[in-house]
């Protein structure tokens, strides 16, 4: 039995299409290995948001090719779709695909004759107008399920070279939608995570649908117990959106609510469509409706052009939404998009300060989510058995906090209510209330 193996970057996107690309490997007859073993065939799944994306990606298909000089090494995703002939170029390298027929992939690699061959496969996805349906019927030791339901981007922020990699919007079809919801539901998953490139503009490109509507029929779907969002933009959460999510039982109170920066200055450079008050007015919005609910973001620090000033605004509005969670990231540099050629580049030295100011920030609003529910119960979705504590389980709350709970029995998958008792680190402890 020939063996592959993944190595994937970047977002829960790609690693929806891993996993889908994984399967139609093993139904050729393929055996999955860890990336780290022998295989004949690699297969790494590229991310290009920034350029530590692209590097680590050149690092793996070296190590690859060292590892089996006789391997097939196909390069897939947004790295390879922006830069196809650099990827191309990279010694060892045989496949180059980039974000569009992934269905593809097996058909390439049985194709390959010999040991030097190569096959650029990279077409225009700005030309693609259909969602690539790319299905998911088993997912292996998980208990949530990421469920891809949209692709591209029509926002063009000037920081972003996703729209160029991924290209328009496309939004998969609904009876597609829920079909795989129930597959994943007979096969015990009692939590789905719609995600995709831009969930927001879901249905724009299709007739008499929305992203509210999939929400409808997923939760119709029975066996599923928890429905979560993926990143999504603000400007979706409209009153009445909001209050009909509050009513959706089976949806969870907490959205990824992209932020990227706490100051209208730096926002309106970035050409990203709300400002902090419409923002705020939106977070005040979902916890009306939604008491509990936890809000969590994404932050770029050192844009073009933010001055110290820019930078401590953010800090501001940060401690005054209280946000449950922040990635902090640093702006990085993309050829290609406006941003790129903005003047007033942000020297890298002063960039770490900001990330490391900012990460201490939240790590402090993380405390304060979570001493919100001090001695209070919340049901806990229990995914594994725990690395870090011996003796615990750990899961999420429906808010997106990790818990952990000390237990002899095999919990994985189950749904228990628990007492949140102490805190820890970045997580809660708790015990099972039977």
């Known amino acids: 039995m020939k063996k592959v193996a993944f190595y994937t970057l970047g977002c829960k996107v790609n690693q929806y299409e891993t996993e889908a690309m994984g399967e139609m490997f093993e139904k050729t007859g393929y055996e999955i290995v860890d990336s780290t073993e022998l295989a004949d065939v690699y297969v790494i799944n590229t991310c290009t948001v920034t350029n530590?994306?692209?590097?680590?990606s050149r690092q793996f298909i070296r190590r690859a090719k060292r590892k089996n000089p006789?391997?097939?090494?196909a390069v897939v995703g947004c790295y390879s779709q922006t830069s196809p002939e650099e990827v191309s170029s990279i010694e060892g390298v045989n496949i180059v695909l980039g974000t569009n027929d992934r269905n593809k992939i097996v058909e390439y690699v049985e194709g390959i004759q010999e040991e030097n061959e190569k096959i650029n496969a990279v077409g225009n996805i700005m030309e693609i107008e259909e969602f690539e349906e790319m299905t998911i019927g088993e997912i292996?030791?998980?208990?949530?399920?990421?469920?891809k339901i949209q692709e591209g981007c029509n926002q063009y922020c000037t920081y972003c070279i996703i729209p160029y990699a991924r290209g328009p919007i496309r939004s998969r079809k609904e009876e597609d939608i829920v079909k795989e919801v129930q597959r994943l539901a007979k096969n015990?998953?009692?939590?789905?995570?719609?995600?995709?490139?831009?969930v927001a503009s879901y249905g724009k490109d299709l007739e008499n649908t929305s992203l509210l509507d999939v929400i409808l029929k997923v939760h119709e779907v029975e066996g599923i117990e928890r429905i979560r969002l993926s990143s999504i933009e603000p400007t979706i959460m409209?009153?009445?959106f909001v209050k009909t999510l509050a009513y959706l039982k089976k949806v969870c109170p907490h959205f990824h609510l992209s932020?990227?920066?706490?100051?209208?200055?730096?926002?309106?450079?970035?050409n990203r469509k709300y400002t902090t008050r419409e923002y705020k007015l939106i977070v005040e919005r979902i916890r009306k409706y939604m008491p509990g609910v936890s809000i969590t973001t994404d932050i770029m620090v050192g844009f073009p052009g933010e001055t110290e000033e820019e930078f401590e605004k953010t800090m501001k509005f940060v401690e005054e939404i209280g946000f449950g969670q922040v990635h902090v990231f640093k702006y990085s540099k993309r050829k290609g998009t406006p941003a790129a050629k903005f003047e007033n580049q942000v020297p890298p030295q002063i960039k770490n300060i900001r990330s490391e100011k900012l990460i201490n920030l939240a790590k402090e609003c993380l405390i304060d989510y979570h001493k919100k529910f001090l001695d209070t119960q919340r049901m806990v979705l229990f995914e594994a058995v725990s690395n870090e504590m011996e003796g615990?389980?750990?899961?999420?709350?429906?808010?997106?906090?990790?818990?952990?709970?000390?237990?002899?029995?095999?919990?994985?998958?189950?749904?228990?209510k628990v007492k949140l008792d102490k805190l820890s680190d970045e997580a809660m402890v708790g015990k099972i209330v039977n």
């Open 52 to 56: 530590l994306g692209d590097r680590k």
């Open 70 to 73: 006789k391997a097939i090494i």
């Open 140 to 147: 292996k030791g998980k208990t949530r399920a990421y469920l």
């Open 188 to 198: 015990g998953f009692r939590e789905v995570v719609l995600t995709g490139i831009h």
């Open 238 to 240: 409209t009153e009445d």
């Open 259 to 270: 932020l990227q920066s706490g100051c209208d200055e730096t926002l309106n450079r970035m």
């Open 392 to 416: 615990y389980y750990e899961g999420l709350t429906d808010n997106y906090i990790r818990v952990f709970c000390p237990t002899e029995e095999k919990i994985e998958g189950k749904i228990l």
